[in-house]
């Protein structure tokens, strides 16, 4: 069974802070997507990145793909209180389709 | 344009009593997948749809868990003899066609089942 685990789980920061949250498995993933999901909504997603290694750059937030695929990372740079939210990883593979597997979380709460 | 609809947003139920969830997804959108997100949890995927047919149900937590889509475009989520550990928000999505790449799937806001 292939699981995704977030680090942390909750994270309470000041506005202007910069953070990092992580997601790691130990299996490999053909694509890992990063969703941000605020309460009685969907989650949205936010990136998709597909190589080892990958970098991408949205505004503020600065996603990871681990060079073997296995982890990423997100850091957001100079905290706003609208990032507060949850942001959740997942991971696919090409076999499964659309199989998304999702990570729990890590609860952000951005103070002003 | 409209995002993905489900109705009811919110559902209270009693123990062994038979639910239906809808989903209606982006217009176009030929793949629907339905997750289901427990408290403090991310997404569980449950069951995935190409067009008509089940492509995936390896989700479905047991045989009191059953879902169509007869035409192709809404989708229902039906849960029979329902029990207070089925109470979660069920999520749908929808995507565009799979071409062997990594589809964007578009959630809805969720309907909240609870489960008395």
């Known amino acids: 069974t292939q699981l995704l685990e977030q680090s942390p789980q909750f994270l309470s920061i000041q506005e202007g802070e910069n953070l990092t949250v992580y997601c790691n498995s130990s299996s490999v993933f053909s694509s890992l997507q990063w969703y941000r999901q605020e309460p009685g909504e969907g989650p949205v997603l936010l990136v998709t990145?597909?190589?080892?290694?990958e970098v991408k750059k949205l505004k503020r937030l600065t996603f990871q793909f681990g060079d073997a695929r296995k982890d990423s990372s997100l850091h957001i740079t100079a905290a706003q209180p609208g990032d507060t939210g949850l942001y959740l990883c997942?991971?696919?593979?090409?076999?499964?389709?659309?199989?998304?597997?999702f990570g729990k979380g890590t609860k952000l709460s951005v103070k002003p | 344009g409209a995002g993905v609809s489900q109705t009811p947003s919110n559902k209270v139920t009693e123990k062994g009593k038979y639910v239906e969830l809808r989903c209606d997804p982006i217009?176009?959108?030929?793949?629907l997948y339905w997750y289901r997100q427990s408290l403090g949890q991310g997404p569980e995927f449950l069951i995935y749809f190409q067009g008509t047919g089940a492509a995936d149900d390896s989700g479905l937590p047991n045989d009191r868990f059953f879902a169509v889509r007869p035409e192709g475009s809404v989708s229902t989520l039906k849960i029979q003899r329902t029990e207070r550990g089925d109470s979660a928000v069920y999520l749908c999505?929808?995507?565009?066609?799979?071409?062997?790449?990594?589809?964007?799937?578009?959630f809805g806001p969720g309907t909240r089942l609870t489960v008395l």
């Open positions: 999505a929808s995507s565009t066609l799979l071409a062997g790449g990594h589809q964007t799937q578009y």
């Open positions: 217009s176009g959108h030929t793949a």
């Open positions: 997942a991971g696919a593979n090409r076999g499964s389709q659309g199989n998304l597997i």
């Open positions: 990145v597909v190589t080892g290694g």
